[in-house]
């Protein structure tokens, strides 16, 4: 399995991002697949996760409700976050995975959030 992130980029306070994730390799639509960050000096943590059945139900940490958006296109194996209202706490290397992180990890996509 193979995971591309990509769309990260540097933005200020408040602006919005919208994140892809390219997996292939494997059968997209039956994993319920998360996105994960990673801060500088910091321990990679688990941002957002979205459901593999037909309605998609979503979870989000604490940090990131309201602001983010998982959603999926299973048609086309891509996984998405849309970010918006984004602080310079969010400034992180972006991954996503499956529920349980267990493909190889991709490079992930940088996210600065800077004035």
């Known amino acids: 399995v193979q995971l591309q992130a990509f769309g990260g980029g540097t933005v200020q306070p408040g602006g919005s991002l919208r994140l892809s994730c390219a997996v292939s390799g494997t059968i997209f639509s039956r994993y319920a697949m998360n996105w994960y960050r990673q801060a500088p000096g910091k321990k990679r943590e688990l941002v957002a996760t979205i459901s593999n059945v037909r309605t998609g139900g979503t979870v989000y940490v604490d940090s990131v409700k309201g602001r983010f958006t998982i959603s999926r296109d299973n048609a086309k194996g891509i996984l998405y976050l849309q970010m918006n209202s984004l602080k310079p706490e969010d400034t992180a290397v972006y991954y996503c995975?499956?529920?349980?992180?267990?493909?190889?990890w991709g490079k992930g996509t940088l996210v600065t959030v800077s004035s």
């Open positions: 995975n499956d529920f349980l992180g267990r493909w190889e």
